[in-house]
Nanobody, 123 residues
Framework: QVQLVESGGGLVQLGGSLRLSCAASGNILRINAMGWYRQAPGKQRELVAA???????NYADSAKGRFTISRDNAKNTVYLQMDSLKPEDTAIYYCNAEGTVVLGTDWDYFGSWGQGTQVTVSS
């Protein structure tokens, strides 16, 4: 199926920046939407930002003006540039992708999650 590998998390101070990357691999026919979610301790996983194959974007209110999502369709990779980070941004960030895969002479839909990358913002 489809594997998603995230990178770019880490520890940063209040007001700092991080850039997350997520690369998809497998028998991919087409990736429609890609997105970033996060889950803080004791909280539910929530959408941070999403982007379609046509580069339409959607952001959580908490991310607007500070985070920028982008994608490289040729590399099946999505990025999340995070600026002006706050302690409340501390969470595990997960990549998600949805699309279609090749199965022999057929195809099927897929939806995959990455393993997550920790982002910690210190005050």
């Amino acid at each position: 199926q489809v594997q998603l590998v995230e990178s770019g998390g880490g520890l940063v101070q209040l007001g700092g920046s991080l850039r997350l990357s997520c690369a998809a691999s497998g028998n991919i026919l087409r990736i429609n939407a890609m997105g970033w979610y996060r889950q803080a301790p004791g909280k539910q996983r929530e959408l941070v930002a999403a982007i379609t194959s046509g580069s339409s974007t959607n952001y959580a209110d908490s991310a607007k003006g500070r985070f920028t999502i982008s994608r490289d369709n040729a590399k099946n990779t999505v990025y999340l540039q995070m600026d002006s980070l706050k302690p409340e941004d501390t969470a595990i960030y997960y990549c998600n992708a949805e699309g279609t895969v090749v199965l022999g002479t057929d195809w099927d839909y897929f939806g995959s999650w990455g393993q997550g990358t920790q982002v910690t913002v210190s005050s």
